[in-house]
């Protein structure tokens, strides 16, 4: 069993919010191998938010990705502001496209991250390839 079509436009909920901080920035540059002087959140933190919801969507046990078989694509963000600290942010995942190419899933995604009065900040666009079957 996988992924198919019908996963095509179902939205998951919201994710629960995350308050972004001043040290989580920091431990994020630190972990990513950067230095967080204050200011905006490096450009890729987002992820933080939007994996949260991109693991919705992997424990979903109707959906049929098994997490072992999964490789990272592509991921791409678009902003409408930068993440600051103090945002209060949540994500909600939609699936855009499935696709079968060579025996594999190709899964394309788009977490709308918005923040405490639902204005959009960021869209986190993912592509997931998932293996077929270990038969």
């Known amino acids: 069993m996988g992924a198919d079509a019908t996963l095509v436009g179902r939205s998951f909920p919201p994710t629960a919010p995350y308050l972004v901080t001043e040290e989580r920035i920091a431990e994020f540059a630190a972990a990513t191998g950067g230095e967080y002087a204050g200011g905006p959140a490096p450009v890729t933190f987002p992820i933080v938010v939007a994996f949260r919801a991109m693991q ?45 190419i060579g025996g594999a899933e190709v899964i394309s995604t788009r977490s709308e991250v918005v923040d405490a009065e639902g204005a959009h900040v960021v869209t986190a666009k993912a592509v997931l390839v998932h293996s077929g079957d270990e038969s």
């Not at 694509?73 to 409408?80: A, C, L, P, S, V």
């Open 56 to 100: 919705d969507l992997l424990a979903d046990p109707d959906v049929g990705i098994a997490l072992h078989r999964v490789v990272h694509g592509e991921q791409r963000f678009t902003y409408t502001r930068p993440v600051v600290a103090g945002d209060l942010l949540s994500a909600t995942l939609t699936v855009d496209s499935v696709r079968r």
